[in-house]
């Protein structure tokens, strides 16, 4: 089974539409985050949270939240999807800081927004 | 603007040639890089990092050079292999543990 899990895989949605998409994991870890893929600009943060209790805004949180349900459980949610929200998503974990800095993603989200 | 940039957005290698991916960053705050490899509709995987202490870093096929005063590091891959084809992502952070700054990515693709 896979360690960090994303649901769904894919989905269309229309603009002004609520969509949330949901991250859990069975790593353990105690961060959490998400980034967003576009071509040619690689990943860039959205969120993310160091426990349960820390949420924290990255580069690009304009238009996003999100919910630290659980250690193991991180949701991305638009609240109002628009057109340039089309992108890939990621959901990554990662453990307290080890020498490696190694995040583990998820398989991956495509929202497409209409 | 981009902390890190990879320049080349494709690369083209003959299967048991090497494979250079090259990346540049300008935080010179900078102090630890990785690199992550991503197939199609999957997650990106760690490959590899090194330090800002070392120069070099080698596991199996793969090697990493930084260069930290021309602010540059590249993903060596020899002998290439068909199965190596993929996005690659240069990744750095102010020190092990912190957020990652990601690259643009290359994608690899090497021919049989």
């Known amino acids: 089974d896979a360690d960090v899990t994303q649901t769904p895989r894919n989905r269309i949605t229309k603009t002004g539409k609520r969509i949330m998409l949901e991250c859990s994991q069975t790593?353990?870890?105690?961060?959490m985050y998400w980034y967003r893929q576009d071509p040619g600009l690689g990943l860039r943060l959205i969120y993310y949270?160091?426990?349960?209790?820390?949420?924290n805004k990255g580069e690009i949180s304009d238009g996003y939240s999100v919910s630290r349900q659980a250690q193991a459980k991180f949701s991305l949610s638009l609240e109002s999807a628009i057109p340039n929200q089309t992108a890939l998503y990621f959901c990554?974990?990662?453990?307290?800081?080890?020498?490696?800095?190694?995040?583990?993603f998820g398989p991956g989200t495509r929202l497409t927004v209409t | 603007d981009q902390q890190v940039k990879q320049n080349s957005p494709s690369l083209s290698v003959q299967e048991g040639r090497i494979s250079i991916l090259n990346c540049d960053y300008t935080?010179?705050?900078?102090?630890?890089f990785l690199w992550y490899k991503k197939y199609p509709a999957e997650g990106p995987t760690f490959l590899i990092s090194?330090?800002?202490?070392?120069d070099k870093n080698e596991d199996g096929r793969f090697t990493v050079f930084l260069n930290k005063s021309a602010k540059h590091l590249s993903l060596h891959i020899v002998p290439s292999q068909p199965g190596d084809s993929a996005v690659y992502f240069c990744?750095?952070?102010?020190?092990?543990?912190?957020?990652?700054?990601f690259g643009g990515g290359t994608r690899l693709m090497v021919k049989p």
């Open positions: 990554a974990t990662s453990d307290f800081p080890s020498g490696s800095n190694e995040q583990y």
């Open positions: 790593k353990g870890h105690d961060r």
């Open positions: 949270s160091f426990d349960v209790k820390d949420i």
């Open positions: 935080n010179s705050m900078f102090d630890y």
């Open positions: 090194i330090s800002s202490i070392k």
């Open positions: 990744a750095a952070s102010v020190w092990a543990g912190n957020m990652l700054t």
